[in-house]
């Protein structure tokens, strides 16, 4: 079965600082790995996408994302963080495996980013 | 192109009754899957469809069911509400493959009083 663990709830840095949000996997077949970003009352944004044709992926809004197989990680990451970033973030896995992998993405709980001024 | 559109955008239902929502994929995506979100459980799969066809199904009681038509607008409802039932319930389309990135719409928030 498929699993997204994203460590810390909640993280909190300040404008210009580094952002860095966690997320590891589990799966047993080649994962496709995402990022959403969810704003109050809204739906999820993609925010990028691994579809193993690069280990780094780059995404909207100055967001990067880095996959690394031995540690089963696909970690978030912003140079500077901006106050527009403040929202929820979720990292997802899908797999192509048919049968109950059809449509599917399993989530982490998701990363509520708090950038103070 | 014209994103993922879903009705109504809220909804305040009583326990015992039943509810529609509908969701307008993306022009071109013919499939379309179905979360539910709620602060205790996070974002959980219901279902997804594909041609008219439910592909596959979440962990959720029969109470939850949708449909697809032809033109790819998809459906769900849940009878008998229960508090519980109570959350935003997302619809995504993607284009074909399961593993094609998913759109979501803005979501129908439900509330059962």
């Known amino acids: 079965a498929q699993s997204v663990t994203q460590l810390g709830s909640h993280v909190s840095v300040s404008e210009g600082a580094l952002v860095l949000l966690r997320c590891n996997y589990s799966s047993s077949v080649p994962p496709y790995l995402f990022w959403y970003v969810q704003y109050p009352n809204q739906g999820l944004q993609l925010l990028l996408k691994?579809?193993?044709?690069?280990?780094l992926v780059k995404g909207i809004n100055g967001f990067e994302a880095e996959f690394k197989k031995s540690e089963t990680s696909f970690h978030l990451t912003k140079p500077s963080a901006h106050m527009s970033d403040a929202a929820e973030y979720f990292c997802a896995v899908s797999y192509n495996a048919g049968g109950t992998s059809y449509g599917k993405l399993t989530f982490g709980q998701g990363t509520i980013l708090t950038v103070h001024p | 192109k014209a994103g993922v559109t879903q009705t109504p955008r809220y909804l305040i239902k009583t326990r015992g009754q039943q509810v529609t929502l509908s969701c307008s994929p993306i022009?071109?995506?013919?499939?379309v899957s179905w979360y539910q979100q709620t602060p205790g459980q996070g974002l959980q799969f219901l279902f997804e469809y594909f041609s008219e066809t439910q592909r596959n199904k979440g962990n959720f009681p029969g109470r939850f069911s949708g449909r697809q038509f032809s033109n790819s607008r998809s459906e769900m409802n849940v009878s008998t509400l229960e508090l519980g039932d109570s959350a935003l319930y997302l619809c995504?389309?993607?284009?074909?493959?399961?593993?094609?990135?998913?759109?979501f719409g803005p979501g129908t928030r439900l509330t059962v009083l």
């Open positions: 995504a389309s993607s284009l074909e493959q399961n593993t094609d990135t998913q759109y």
């Open positions: 691994y579809t193993s044709a690069a280990t």
């Open positions: 022009s071109g995506h013919r499939s």
